[in-house]
């Protein structure tokens, strides 16, 4: 089972940039693809980029040229670098890992989240 530990949250201008960090329990290579998620207060739990095994990566419109999503496999790390932030980037951002299990079922794993705020 995979545990992930998401950090780098807080309040920020819009314009300005913040890089979230989430750390696994086990090696990146293990896991099929880790995400970002976003949850705004009422709404749906939105993915916004992933990063497949293969290191291939895919942004949400509402991101694209704004966010990249990397990771550094020594440190078990993936992270969320956000530029020209924007008040409707307002939310709790959730870092998501996929792995499949023996039996050949994937099974999703989440972080505890960690907020991000930009005001106006």
């Known amino acids: 089972q995979v545990q992930l530990v998401e950090s780098g949250g807080g309040l920020v201008q819009a314009g300005e940039s913040l890089r979230l960090s989430c750390a696994a329990s086990?090696?990146?290579?293990?896991?099929?693809?880790m995400a970002w998620y976003r949850q705004a207060p009422g709404k749906q739990r939105n993915l916004v980029a992933i990063i497949a095994r293969g290191g291939s990566t895919y942004y949400a419109d509402s991101v694209k040229g704004r966010f990249s999503i990397s990771r550094d496999l020594a440190k078990n790390t993936v992270y969320l670098q956000m530029n020209s932030l924007k008040p409707e980037d307002t939310a709790v951002y959730y870092c998501?890992?996929?792995?499949?299990?023996?039996?050949?079922?994937?099974?999703?794993?989440w972080g505890q989240g960690t907020q991000v705020t930009v005001s106006s």
């Open positions: 998501n890992a996929e792995q499949e299990d023996y039996s050949g079922n994937d099974h999703n794993y």
């Open positions: 086990e090696s990146i290579l293990s896991i099929n693809a």
